[in-house]
């Protein structure tokens, strides 16, 4: 049996069905554009985790290098579905020596009361930037911190993803 699509290949049917055979092809397909993806993006990678509500100088996320390499980070999300709940609550977020510590150095002074999507590039404030080094696991800088400044934050809802290249 041979079956031609308007504009396609023709298909020769050689022992099962045709709809066996496209299924299989089709598969492969699959399977070499997930490899394809998958070597195309293993040098970015994405961390990600849910932000804490909390009071003024609480943190609302603290994450460490996972990489015995040190990293470039290119772009910090915060994404705020619920806001905080007070209207002078902001958030710093930056490259930090441990898990205690401040910085403002990806983002500067976020407005945790407002719901949306915010980054290090458009919404990076006075002393943010659009990428940081971030020194390999146990360096000296290698925690990426985001602390909740000047007022609470109890009702803060939301998630951070922070994408970064091994170098």
């Known amino acids: 049996m041979t079956y031609t699509a308007p504009g396609a290949a023709t298909f020769v049917r050689k022992g099962g069905s ?12 699959d399977t070499e554009l997930d490899t394809l993806a998958a ?17 003024a100088n609480a943190f609302a996320f603290v994450w460490k290098n996972p990489e015995a390499s040190k990293i470039i980070v290119t772009r910090v999300l915060i994404n705020i579905t ?6 002078s609550s ?5 490259v930090v020596a441990n898990a205690t510590s401040t910085a403002d150095t990806l983002i500067d002074g976020l407005n945790l009361n407002a ?3 915010f980054d290090n590039i458009t919404d990076k404030g006075d ?5 940081q080094v971030v020194d390999e696991n146990g360096g000296t800088n290698d925690y990426i911190t985001g602390k909740i400044l000047d007022q609470n934050a109890a009702a803060l809802v939301g998630k951070y993803y922070i994408f970064y290249t091994v170098i």
């Open 18 to 29: 045709l709809s066996s055979k496209i299924t299989s092809e089709l598969s492969l397909i």
């Open 90 to 94: 902001v958030l710093d977020v930056g």
């Open 115 to 117: 719901t949306g999507i």
């Open 82 to 87: 619920t806001a905080g709940g007070t209207s």
């Open 127 to 131: 002393d943010g930037k659009s990428r």
């Open 39 to 55: 070597s195309d993006a293993a040098g970015l990678k994405v961390a990600k985790g849910t932000l804490k509500a909390g009071n």
